[in-house]
């Protein structure tokens, strides 16, 4: 089964002030160590981002939002149009934790019938680290025309399975800190606790 893996170059950081995909976390850029990640699962790999200039390093396809400026979703839905894979597991550039291992565990628990897999941590839906069928384009489409944003209108939407912790894997090999796969960089106090988990080595281990 094919797929596209794609990647969320991220919007405006209004929180953390500065352009957190190319913060650098252990010495290495956010989004390459996503992207390294991804690259692991697949080699199609699409990165989405209106601002070409700053991520041509990265040496991959890039992609511009169709419909500007509309969060999540609109980066979603550039990607999906773009892609040529019926299957696309999207991924946040603000992520430094995730692993290869952990993506092939969601892609692991797709089913025909669905047409997302969503990961729920610590009772929240992680719907920037899940699978996505191309089939939900049209509602996705739908939704960024009415100018309903967010994401959980859109999940109402469609058919969603949604995946706990104890699903994965990596969850019973190393459930103390299982949950730092999922920890996100929205704000300077989070910078500076991904550079203390990196530091510390909390996440590793799997």
């Given at each position: 089964m094919e797929w596209t893996m794609l990647l969320l170059a991220g919007g405006k950081s209004s929180r953390m002030g500065v352009n957190k995909a190319l913060l650098t976390?252990?010495?290495?850029?956010?989004?390459?160590?996503?992207?390294s990640e991804l690259k692991k699962v697949s080699e199609n790999i699409m990165v989405i981002t209106n601002t070409f200039e700053?991520?041509?390093?990265?040496q991959l396809p890039l992609i511009?939002?169709?419909?500007?400026?509309?969060?999540?979703?609109?980066?979603?839905?550039?990607?999906?149009?773009?892609?040529?894979?019926?299957?696309?597991?999207l991924a946040a550039c603000d992520m430094p934790f995730v692993s290869a291992a952990a993506i092939k565990d969601i892609i692991t628990h797709y089913e025909p019938g669905f047409d997302a897999v969503i990961p729920e941590i610590n009772g929240r839906l992680q719907p920037l680290f899940a699978v996505y069928?191309?089939?939900c384009?049209?509602?996705?489409?739908?939704?960024?025309l009415k100018h309903e944003l967010k994401m959980s209108l859109f999940l109402e939407k469609i058919s969603v399975k949604i995946m706990k912790e104890t699903d994965f894997t990596l969850y019973h090999e190393n459930p103390e800190h299982f949950h730092y796969l999922f920890f996100?960089?929205?704000?300077?106090?989070?910078?500076q606790e991904a550079d203390?988990?990196?530091?510390?080595?909390l996440y590793k281990g799997w």
């Amino acid at each position: 089964m094919e797929w596209t893996m794609l990647l969320l170059a991220g919007g405006k950081s209004s929180r953390m002030g500065v352009n957190k995909a190319l913060l650098t976390v252990g010495g290495v850029v956010n989004i390459s160590r996503v992207a390294s990640e991804l690259k692991k699962v697949s080699e199609n790999i699409m990165v989405i981002t209106n601002t070409f200039e700053e991520y041509h390093f990265l040496q991959l396809p890039l992609i511009p939002d169709l419909h500007k400026d509309q969060g999540p979703l609109g980066g979603l839905h550039a990607g999906m149009t773009s892609s040529k894979t019926e299957l696309q597991f999207l991924a946040a550039c603000d992520m430094p934790f995730v692993s290869a291992a952990a993506i092939k565990d969601i892609i692991t628990h797709y089913e025909p019938g669905f047409d997302a897999v969503i990961p729920e941590i610590n009772g929240r839906l992680q719907p920037l680290f899940a699978v996505y069928h191309k089939r939900c384009l049209p509602v996705l489409t739908e939704c960024l025309l009415k100018h309903e944003l967010k994401m959980s209108l859109f999940l109402e939407k469609i058919s969603v399975k949604i995946m706990k912790e104890t699903d994965f894997t990596l969850y019973h090999e190393n459930p103390e800190h299982f949950h730092y796969l999922f920890f996100n960089m929205n704000t300077r106090e989070d910078y500076q606790e991904a550079d203390y988990i990196d530091q510390t080595e909390l996440y590793k281990g799997w």
